[in-house]
DNA sequence: CGGACATTTGACAAGCTTCAAGAGAAGTGG
DNA sequence: CCACTTCTCTTGAAGCTTGTCAAATGTCCG
């Protein structure tokens, strides 16, 4: 099970030193300088795990702090009182978290780990020792919250305009190509940990909707999900399909 | 026409110094320093009129700005090339937009106005001056953003978890309050100048649809919209249908 | 091997969309 | 100021995508 690429190791501990980050020696991010990397490890307060399945905050929780990913998969969500969920969007390393807990006095949605997660704890007041000391800093999380914004706003086009069929292949797209951008690919597969109810509650549909319309793609020789991999065979044609054509950033920058 | 409330001022012009700003003068918003003010005027290029109707950017455009709403109405969305229409979220005085542009080569959404509208437009580089020279704006930039991503978050929650009517009643106490809180009301209606396909094109229903929930709401004596103004007479029970509980912030930062 | 959970399939119901057309409101020009 | 045009709102009818209920099959793991 043990892989070489380094955003793989959900079972190895997080380095004391950020200057060791597995994260920070992968092309996909920015590098900081040794100025910002002492910074940011004088605002690390510690790394929290979370089991596949646990939740690292819920709704309504308070003082949930700031943090990054440092490995493995997450997702935002928020639930109705009757139980209907959605996800928001999915968290991959180096995505930042709690960033809307900073101006609220409780959590407006829960964090939920998809597979075993590190995260990097901030401090309370790391957001605001940024902005004074390190804009550049600061200026990448305006990066992400914008990134963040922008997927939003993909992801609500989607829910909102698009069927069932080219939901699902613009979600497929999607995360397929955040991991390859992250390095995640493994030959012509992507890694792909969840499961039809995780797809079907990001992208509203019922979950045995979602089941029919992932059989009609994989039924089209379009898609293969298996062993929590995904294979996309006519990425072109799906890209067609869904009328998505984003595609991430290749360097992102890092809190 | 002409109101007492200096946030339904949109016929008349933007005063040249940002101590004379009548977003400022509100309650609704945050005090700036004197320093501040001088900055943040340093950093506006020029006010933009946009008539009804018309775009402010639109989707694909390159070098679009950063703005703040001074006056008037206006709305973010997406389309797909085959012409289905988003609305992503509606901006009202005080809103910012653009600051994804600030980090994408061309512009992914588009920027349409409601009614007439004045925008305040920033210079390039603004973004990076403020985060550089004015930390206490920058944290409300970031205040902004992530309060612009809690309204996707929930709208989110709304397009892919409610049906048609708990979406009408969650949009309609969404904007009721955010004119509240901006001391937009007149006794007890708020002015709501949308029609109802931008209302259909906000929740990702048919306008067909959307009619026939807003007669039935009507028909309940729940809601009434005539003459661009929206009353509610039953907002705990609506509020009950939408499972929709939140409230917006009662003093905001401006950039 | 057994139990829990995920996926798959069938049948039916329902909510929503589409097509169509009339009624009302608002802007335009003579 | 009124006729004309155009846009918005409203209502009916039919059809389709999607949801719900139910149960079988497959898979993982102790």
Redesign the pocket.
Known sequence: MSKVNPLSMSELDCPKRCADCRLRASPSFHRASEAELQFVESQRLRTRGVPA?QALFVEGDTGAGLFTLYSGWAFRYKTLPDG?RQILNFLLPGDLVGLQEEFASQSVHGVEALTHTLFCEFAQDALWNTLTAHPRLAYGVIWRASHTEQFLDANLLTTGQ??????IAMLLIHLYRRTEALGMHDGDSAPLP???????DAL????????????RL??LGMIS???GRLRLFAERKLERIAEYYDRPPSVQPLL
Chains 1, 2 share one sequence.
């Open positions: 399945g209907r698009r069927s069932a069929v080219e939901r969840l499961q039809q109810l995780h797809i079907a509203g549909l019922s979950l045995v909707h979602t089941n029919r319309s992932l059989r994989h039924a999900i298996a062993k």
